[in-house]
């Protein structure tokens, strides 16, 4: 650090200087300093409590107690010189201990503080003037899992800064502020830099921390679905190959909801559609050619009635102009992730797949060889 002299055109260095030297302790200073100027932490924070000590069964006191402006809780640690290698579980754990803090206590634990120290002011009345809310009855405070810890010492050992950066992998804002003193002459000065994480970089590490984290809820979810996707796939293709559906007789079980099968066209398939509320057959209509697959589509089209009358059923005619591909489907509800209505779906899959064999694999083959022939679409 360095103070500019303006008259002389120069700048003069400042010497950095250790808290112990110059007799400054970490309750009587530092602590108070911050609690009188909390924005110095770069951002508009509520001092609620300093020492606070109202957790159960443990005599532990933590620094200062904050709320931020989204009415969460941030635990501040401050550990002057050397940061100690145990900072980061001391925070851990005043911030498990105030994770189950309701609105209610906050009020109480702001109010002895306001008590002590602004006589006549209401806890209640400065939480909701700090965020902007008319009434206490609207204001949420200390939601989930969101408590926030602030570390701030002159150094930060190694095993510190690797569990706050790890911390902040998994999602939990953590951050860590480099205090130095400096002097020069008689004068002493204070500089105070958040280091981990930057604070360029602090809005992007959220965000990945985010985006890790709804992967992960994404990933709890899928896998139970593709285990319970590859059971009933287990069991339809045996059924399927029971029944003589050759088609299917090399195809595996798989964690998809469908199961393709060869028509004899290319990039044309026979699938099947397993879901939470339906079983599905379809004619799907998929080659590289939109062009080719409109001509495919509007050719079986024409005969729609004769193949209907085969089928069985009325099928839904998906000419989807807005997409390469085109569907042939006939599909029929259920309750697919209860196992108990898996026969049904296998029977009704088994038999509407031989019907859609049945009324299509001859005309598939007439437009297949008039496709090699070259008389396809123009």
């Known amino acids: 650090m360095f103070q500019v002299n303006r ?15 110059l007799g400054l302790r970490e309750r009587d200073h530092l602590q108070e300093w911050l609690a009188g100027l909390p924005d110095a932490l770069g951002e508009e924070l509520l001092i609620i409590q300093k020492e606070f ?26 550990k002057l010189d050397d940061s100690g290698r145990d900072v980061t579980w001391q925070a851990l754990k005043y911030a498990a201990y105030c994770s189950s803090l309701t609105k209610a206590q906050i009020v109480d634990i702001y109010q002895s503080y306001l008590d002590r120290h602004e006589k006549g002011s209401r806890a209640a009345e400065r939480i909701c003037e700090f965020l902007g809310a008319e009434d206490i009855e609207e204001v949420q405070l200390n939601v989930g899992n969101g408590q926030r810890l602030m570390l701030v010492a002159a150094n930060f050992r190694k095993e510190v800064t690797a569990a706050v950066l790890w911390l902040l992998s998994h999602g939990i804002r953590a951050q860590c502020f480099r205090v130095v003193p ?18 360029e970089a602090a809005d992007f590490m959220i965000g990945m921390a985010t985006k890790e984290t709804e992967e992960k809820t994404i990933q709890a979810v899928q896998k139970p679905r593709h285990l319970l996707r590859h059971a009933f796939w287990e069991q339809a293709l045996e059924q399927l190959r029971a029944a003589g559906i050759s088609r299917f007789n090399s195809i595996n079980p798989s964690q998809d ?44 089209h024409e005969q729609k009635e004769q193949h209907e009358t085969k089928f069985g059923v009325p099928l839904d005619w998906l000419r989807l102009d807005d997409k390469k591909a085109c569907r042939i489907a006939c599909a029929q509800p259920f309750e697919g992730y209860n196992r108990e209505n898996w026969p049904a779906m296998i029977d009704w899959m088994t038999d509407h797949m031989r019907r859609l064999q049945d009324t299509f694999t001859g005309p598939l083959a007439t437009l297949n060889g008039k496709l090699k022939n070259g008389q396809g679409p123009a």
């Open 53 to 78: 000590d109202g957790f159960a069964d443990t005599r532990e006191r933590l620094d200062l107690l904050a709320l931020d402006k989204e009415g969460q809780l941030v635990v501040i640690e401050n």
């Open 182 to 199: 400096f002097s020069h002459g008689e004068e002493l000065f204070l500089d105070l830099q958040q280091i981990i994480p930057t604070p």
């Open 257 to 300: 909801h469908w199961l393709n099968a060869a028509t004899g066209m290319s990039g044309v398939t026979f699938t099947l559609i397993f879901s939470k509320d339906e079983a599905r057959v379809e004619v799907g209509i998929t080659r590289n050619d939109a062009v080719e697959n409109k001509w495919v589509f509007d050719k079986l």
């Open 7 to 21: 008259a002389e055109n120069r700048i003069r260095r400042l010497e950095e200087r250790r808290f112990g030297e």
